[in-house]
């Protein structure tokens, strides 16, 4: 038997003793009104004594005594009474909506598995916020060193193509970081931890496609005559030097033959128009090849002007019909010529190997010229990119909707397992109270 029905048993055993069923006999009746009537005129109200054999009938004292009634109150307070032992020993209610009707322990259990639930949701959202938040810092991340290393490769494929060697490895690096995160934030990188961009973001970065694999194209290229255009500039560093020695020789001839006098007009125009050479030859060498790319018209004049000294100097050697001049007999002019057309046949050599990369020189000056017209669109869209991105950072709404979802389910489960909490430790005083009151007038009737 449970602890609350023997309080019931408790109770119901002390309302049958206060009315014992031989007070109810069948000598009197209990009217309506609670009075109980009490026949007096019975004989078996009448007291016989007998007395030395006579027998004498005397009234019972009990005849003469006013009859007893219950109070009138009896009812209503037994009622009250056992409406009261209802309502302590009854099952609580915690007023809490839909699981309000449920008894306390199943309360608890669905309250606490919504306050699990609740707690697991905003880590969860949390989680998602941090995430979202490490994406987009990578995107934004990746779009900025793009936009970088766009500029940077117009810059250094410039400088390559001038053959300096530490700008190949800054053209190969500018390259490939930025065709690497322009596809990674178009389609998603795991070894760079970037994930597909969002559709606004995308719809900006979709056109620059054609322009970074067209620039990913040239600056291949422009690596692949990295040998090319590092002799071509070293030759050309060459002739350029060479024509300063070329020019020193050839003014000393020129000053030599006219202290030696008899200098017939051909031979002075021939003269004149080799120093002058000298000079144009390192001029052409050093437009030959610049920033802006390959000069065609220095392609020309390095050409004509390599052919004509060389026709010049052998004439005034060796005697040229064409040119109307007489071979040098005069040793202090002939060992200069000679000198000077040595060293002339090195600087044509290296013209000569200069002329023969034009293909790849004019090819290389196209892959350069591609380049740096790509990279201010490439800049345009990288920014605009870059502008869409820092217009979707944040949380998103979505995060955001389970956040306050999963909120909501804490804070309504903290409050319900209080609530609950509240209403068990408010019953469990009921009871003992009851039991008190009950043990006491126990006590006082026993």
């Given at each position: 038997m449970s602890f609350l029905s023997r309080i019931k048993e408790l109770g119901k055993s002390q309302d049958d003793k206060e009315v014992a069923p031989e007070s109810l006999s069948t000598e009197g009746f209990v009217t309506a009104t609670g009075a109980q009537s009490v026949d007096t005129q019975s004989p078996q109200h009448q007291s016989t004594i007998q007395v030395g054999g006579n027998t004498t009938t005397v009234d019972s004292i009990i005849s003469e005594a006013a009859p007893s009634e219950f109070p009138p109150d009896y009812h209503e307070n037994r009622q009250q009474k056992t409406d009261a032992v209802?309502?302590?020993?009854?099952?609580?209610?915690?007023?809490?909506?839909?699981?309000?009707?449920?008894?306390?322990?199943?309360?608890?259990?669905?309250?606490?598995?919504?306050?699990?639930?609740?707690v697991l949701g905003l880590m969860f959202s949390a989680f998602l916020a941090v995430n979202s938040a490490d994406k987009r810092a990578a995107q934004a991340g990746a779009t900025g060193q793009a936009l970088m290393q766009s500029q940077r490769l117009a810059k250094s494929v410039s400088q390559a193509l001038v053959g300096r060697a530490q700008a190949f490895q800054e053209v190969a690096e500018s390259s490939k970081v930025l065709a690497s995160n322009v596809r990674g934030l178009a389609q998603g990188d795991s070894k760079l931890g970037l994930t597909e961009v969002p559709r606004a973001a995308k719809d900006a970065l979709m056109p620059l496609m054609p322009l970074v694999d067209r620039a990913e194209k040239n600056a291949n290229y422009v690596q692949g005559q990295k040998a090319t255009l590092t002799k071509v500039s070293q030759a050309l560093r060459e002739v350029n030097s060479q024509s300063s020695e070329l020019l020193d020789l050839a003014e000393g001839i020129v000053q030599a033959r006219i202290e030696k006098g008899n200098l017939s007009a051909a031979e002075s125009k021939a003269l004149t128009q080799m120093v002058m050479l000298t000079q144009r030859i390192g001029k052409s060498a050093n437009e030959f090849l610049t920033v802006e790319g390959v000069s065609t018209e220095a392609v020309f004049l390095l050409g004509k002007d390599l052919n004509e000294f060389k026709e010049i100097a052998e004439g005034l050697l060796n005697g040229s019909s064409d040119l109307?001049?007489?071979?040098?007999?005069?040793p202090e002019i002939r060992e200069p010529l000679e000198a000077l057309q040595k060293l002339f046949e090195g600087t044509r050599a290296q013209a000569s190997f200069i002329l023969s990369t034009l293909q790849g020189l004019v090819a290389s000056r196209d892959a350069q010229v591609a380049i740096i017209d790509d990279s201010e669109p490439l800049r345009k869209g990288l920014e605009d990119v870059q502008?869409?991105?820092?217009?979707?950072?944040?949380?998103?709404?979505?995060?955001?909707?389970?956040?306050?979802?999963?909120?909501?389910?804490?804070?309504?489960?903290?409050y319900g397992l209080l609530r609950v909490f509240l209403t068990d430790q408010t019953h469990r005083r009921q009871i003992?109270?009851?039991?008190?009151?009950?043990?006491?007038?126990?006590?006082?009737e026993a």
């Open positions: 209802d309502s302590v020993l009854s099952e609580p209610q915690s007023g809490l909506p839909v699981i309000g009707g449920l008894r306390l322990d199943r309360q608890q259990r669905v309250l606490g598995g919504a306050l699990a639930v609740g109307k001049l007489a071979a040098a007999k005069d502008q869409r991105l820092a217009q979707g950072a944040g949380i998103g709404g979505f995060t955001i909707v389970l956040i306050l979802l999963f909120l909501a389910t804490t804070v309504a489960a903290g003992a109270e009851f039991q008190r009151q009950e043990a006491e007038r126990m006590e006082r």
